[in-house]
């Protein structure tokens, strides 16, 4: 067993994904050290769109990633809206600085943000700071501490001793899978999600976020940089969704598995409209991925001793409220803020678990049950599916309530989080 030769660090991150890039960054402000260790190889921009909400975008521009550097991978984003399958406007709200908050949500490429974290990390942490090409597979406990256990590429284990162990490691996360032995297998409720990037002109706003259909069948889809000045052309994020029968269970959930158009594009046959014509967005993309949209149970705590889990190893969530990323990063945030309370201690942890356990494991429930789109359900169910006139089946006063309701369970109702003081106060760094 080869021991690191590299100085002890109080922090060991398992992951360099959104929530542990984002975590080095925050002990580095905070004055902490760290090393990550990330699985891959080489980082490299991997996935589509994704989406950053204002409570996210906040706690970046107080790690001091402004808008000068979000706005060169992604777009600010200036409404959300449903559209029936008939073409009817259904509910649409303005989203970011246009709805109020002092904050903008970002409709971003997911592999930039990953990459654009990780230059970040390297300019402030040096290049040591993450070491690849090593999985983390499981933890001892120590004295005062904790050794994270990790496999190079060749085979070679290494041991990571930290004070504190933050497991980064996603949806297939192993300390999890060490912390919960018993968990039940990914969660799938029949959703199909196929997903890719077409160069097209932007509608309504120009930077807006529409779903279009029906609660079981549907298209999303949304822009993640500006318009090309000459062409008018906008890289277009699409995310092709369909429910069956869950009963025979999805195989393994992979975010990079390539699928063909041809094998699934039939379900959107006839799907034009005069403002949209679908078929030709969804045949523009390179590649097309497919991915089951699953999730875990919410689990009853995300600590063992000096271990803790954030990000998706801790609450991978359907993506239906478009906020997993979010809340990685404010997992991040608030880990931050519990270290500068009780120092870098089991104390740290045990506080970052009481305050989110809840209401994160109430996040990933309502999202199973659709999240925002759990409107369309209501609208599916009430009406017969087509829908001319939305107020005799769901009132105006209803849909925004109900999504008001969805806002403050994900933690950017507009009022609260404008009037929240910051998570981390400016140049605070921890006692020694
Ligand atoms: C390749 C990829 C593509 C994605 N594409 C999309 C997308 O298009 N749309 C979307 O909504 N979400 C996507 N996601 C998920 C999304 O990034 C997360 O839901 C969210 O950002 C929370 O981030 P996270 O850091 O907790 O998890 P992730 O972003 O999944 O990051 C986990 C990181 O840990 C690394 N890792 C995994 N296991 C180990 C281990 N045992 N030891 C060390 N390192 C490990 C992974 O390589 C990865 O870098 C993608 C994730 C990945 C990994």
């Known amino acids: 067993m080869a021991e690191s030769s590299q100085r002890r660090p109080e922090v060991a991150i398992a992951g360099g994904g959104i929530a542990g890039?984002?975590?080095?960054?925050?002990?580095?402000?905070?004055?902490?050290?760290?090393?990550?260790?990330?699985?891959?190889?080489?980082?490299?921009?991997?996935?589509?769109?994704?989406?950053?909400?204002?409570?996210?975008?906040?706690?970046?521009?107080?790690?001091?990633?402004g808008a000068d550097q979000l706005d060169t991978i992604g777009i600010q984003a200036k409404e959300w809206a449903l559209v029936g399958r008939n073409g009817q406007d259904l509910y649409s709200e303005p989203r970011g600085l246009d709805a109020g908050y002092e904050w903008p949500q970002y409709s971003v490429h997911r592999g930039q943000l990953q990459m654009l974290l990780y230059r970040n990390v390297i300019d402030r942490l040096g290049p040591d700071a993450v070491r690849t090409g090593m999985r983390v597979n499981?933890?001892?406990?120590?004295?005062?501490?904790?050794?994270?256990?990790?496999?190079?590429?060749?085979?070679?284990?290494?041991?990571v001793d930290a004070t504190l162990l933050v497991a980064c490691d996603g949806l297939h996360s192993a300390v999890r899978a060490q912390m919960h032995p018993d968990q039940p297998p990914i969660n799938w409720g029949g959703a199909i999600m196929w997903r890719g990037t077409t160069q097209a002109a932007p509608i309504r706003t120009g930077a807006s976020f529409v779903g279009l259909g029906t609660f079981e069948q549907r298209i999303v889809f949304y822009p993640i940089g500006p318009p090309d000045p000459t062409t008018g052309l906008a890289e277009i994020n699409w995310i092709a969704e369909v429910t069956v029968d869950p009963s025979e269970g999805w195989g393994d959930a992979d975010w990079t598995r390539k699928v063909d158009l041809s094998d699934w594009i039939h379900h959107f046959d006839g799907w034009e409209f005069d403002w949209m014509d679908v078929q030709a967005l969804l045949r523009g993309?390179?590649?097309?991925?497919?991915?089951?949209?699953?999730?875990?149970?919410?689990?009853?705590?995300?600590?063992?001793?000096?271990?803790?889990?954030?990000?998706?190893?801790?609450?991978?969530m359907y993506p239906t409220g478009s906020n997993g990323a979010s809340q990685a990063i404010v997992d991040a945030r608030v880990l931050g803020a519990c270290l500068l309370e009780h120092g870098v201690s089991a104390a740290a942890l045990d506080d970052f678990d009481a305050r989110?356990?809840?209401?994160?494991?109430?996040?990933?429930?309502?999202?199973?049950?659709?999240?925002?789109?759990?409107?369309?359900?209501?609208?599916?169910?009430?009406?017969?599916?087509?829908v001319h006139d939305i107020d005799a089946f769901v009132p105006a006063a209803e849909r925004a309530e109900f999504m008001r309701r969805f806002r403050e369970a994900a933690g950017f109702a507009k009022d609260q989080l404008n009037a929240a003081p910051p998570t981390i106060a400016p140049g605070a760094t921890i006692r020694r």
């Open 356 to 386: 989110l356990r809840e209401p994160i494991s109430s996040v990933v429930l309502r999202n199973r049950a659709a999240g925002p789109f759990g409107l369309l359900k209501l609208i599916d169910e009430r009406s017969d599916g087509d």
């Open 21 to 65: 890039l984002a975590t080095a960054l925050t002990l580095h402000q905070i004055g902490v050290s760290c090393v990550v260790v990330e699985s891959v190889a080489e980082l490299r921009p991997l996935g589509v769109g994704i989406n950053i909400q204002p409570n996210a975008v906040r706690e970046l521009f107080d790690l001091g990633i």
């Open 138 to 159: 499981g933890y001892t406990p120590t004295a005062g501490g904790v050794t994270a256990h990790a496999q190079t590429r060749a085979g070679e284990r290494v041991d």
């Open 285 to 316: 993309s390179d590649q097309v991925y497919e991915y089951p949209m699953v999730d875990r149970d919410p689990i009853p705590t995300g600590i063992d001793g000096h271990t803790v889990l954030l990000g998706d190893a801790a609450h991978a």
